[in-house]
């Protein structure tokens, strides 16, 4: 079965201040990882994905196989980073199902 | 450009009322998606489509059902609503065969059972 854990239910980080959002996850083969996030009064929407490697408003994340975790990192956190964080995952063997996490809630302090 | 609408933003109904969730996507996705989403428990995944007829359980199927009679359209079925169904439900689709592919979301539905 495939799962994925957020630790944290709540963050509060200070403007300015590097922001780290944990999530660890457990498949038998080689997921795809994700990151969605959800602002105020917005749909749920893509932030990024690991097999692209890329920084999407100063975000990264780096998939640690070895440690199972898909961590999202951004080094300066923007008072608009106020928002819910959900990792996902998808089985790449058979069918497509995308499972998240219970996800985040990051708050940025002015 | 809304790409995955849900026919209604709140939804009232008593207990042990049928209530039908519908969703549409105009993106031609193969797969499309029934969470229901609750705090402290993120999303959970009721359902899943792949197909047209296609369907798979989620990981909390149980007082749920699915309809799939075309590509674009995707029902949610509570057969006998209940208090503990009050939650907001999402639907989403995403392009087959690309296990990179990003899902998209709809609006969302409010749920309230009474």
């Known amino acids: 079965a495939q799962r994925v854990t957020q630790p944290e239910k709540l963050l509060s980080v200070f403007k300015g201040a590097p922001v780290e959002l944990k999530c660890n996850y457990s498949?038998?083969?080689?997921?795809?990882l994700f990151w969605y996030v959800q602002y105020s009064r917005q749909r749920l929407q893509l932030l990024l994905r690991h097999i692209s490697r890329e920084s999407i408003k100063g975000f990264t994340a780096d998939l640690n196989k070895g440690e199972t975790s898909f961590h999202l990192k951004k080094p300066f956190a923007q008072e608009e980073d106020s928002a819910m964080y959900y990792c996902a995952l998808i089985s790449n063997f058979g069918n497509e199902k995308l499972t998240f996490g219970t996800g985040t809630r990051l708050t940025i302090i002015p | 450009d809304v790409k995955v609408t849900q026919s209604s933003r709140y939804l009232v109904k008593r207990t042990g009322e049928k209530v039908f969730l519908e969703c549409v996507q105009d993106m031609d996705h193969e797969n499309m998606f029934w969470y229901r989403q609750d705090p402290g428990l993120g999303l959970r995944l009721i359902y899943f489509s792949y197909d047209v007829k296609m369907k798979e359980k989620g990981d909390i199927p149980e007082g749920y059902s699915v309809s799939r009679e075309k590509k674009e359209r995707f029902s949610l079925i509570l057969e006998s609503a209940s208090t503990n169904q009050t939650s907001m439900y999402l639907c989403a689709s995403s392009k087959m065969g690309q296990g990179n592919t990003e899902a998209f979301f709809g609006q969302g539905t409010r749920l309230t059972v009474v």
């Open positions: 498949y038998s083969g080689s997921p795809e």
